[in-house]
């Protein structure tokens, strides 16, 4: 917008200086037209600095928001790893996990599930990205909520939780696909393409 403001300035100042309609006025009030376009000149400058710490400040937003998803998918991938070993292991040894569960719920990283509420997240996710991570998120929660409920078998929560940890997952993989297009490395349309691929993944599992 400002630099659109600036370039219609830079037009109007070199029609002022050439133009042969005003060569009276501009030999007449000299003084006048100086100060004029000086003014002008000053504008311009004004809207030229605006735009380049617009596009500055958008820049550095990016970046903390990728910052912020390699955050989370680290915690991601903790969640994984957590899940084979404190629950999926033992359970293929034939330990009853209903207890440990007890003693040690099966959690969502905060950073994951606090991501709705990003101020960056709602300014640069993509609309379906976005979607993606509501999808995850809101499976996820009933995962949890359900592996940790007292009444759910120790079977069950088995297979619960192969779920959750497919689930992680395809939750790092929505993140990663943002971060590649935030960092340039894929094109919108490219990401799009995979995201309708996860969407139907995570809608099917």
């Given at each position: 917008m400002y630099i659109i403001l600036?370039?219609?300035?830079?037009?109007?100042?070199?029609?002022?200086?050439?133009?042969?309609?005003?060569?009276?006025?501009?030999?007449k009030k000299a003084r006048s037209f100086e100060f004029f376009i000086s003014l002008i000149s000053t504008f311009i400058g004004f809207f030229i600095a605006l735009s380049l710490n617009t596009i500055l400040s958008?820049?550095?937003?990016?970046?903390?928001?990728?910052?912020?998803?390699?955050?989370?998918?680290?915690?991601?991938?903790?969640?994984?790893?957590k899940t084979k070993g404190m629950y999926l292991n033992p359970a293929k040894k034939g330990i009853d996990i209903t207890e440990i569960i007890q003693y040690s719920p099966v959690e969502i990283p905060k950073l994951y599930t606090n991501l709705e509420i990003n101020s960056l997240v709602n300014d640069y996710f993509l609309s379906n990205a976005f979607q993606a991570y509501i999808l995850c998120n809101d499976n996820l929660q009933t995962f949890v909520k359900s592996a940790n409920a007292a009444n759910t078998s120790s079977d069950k929560k088995i297979q619960i939780l192969e779920k959750y940890l497919t689930y992680l997952n395809l939750a790092k993989q929505v993140n990663t696909l943002e971060i590649k297009r935030l960092n340039g490395d894929i094109s919108q349309s490219d990401e799009n393409l995979e995201l309708q691929k996860l969407t139907q993944q995570i809608m099917n599992n």
């Open positions: 600036a370039a219609i300035l830079v037009i109007v100042t070199l029609f002022l200086i050439n133009s042969s309609l005003l060569d009276g006025f501009r030999t958008d820049i550095n937003e990016k970046q903390n928001l990728v910052k912020l998803l390699n955050a989370t998918n680290l915690s991601l991938e903790n969640n994984e790893m």
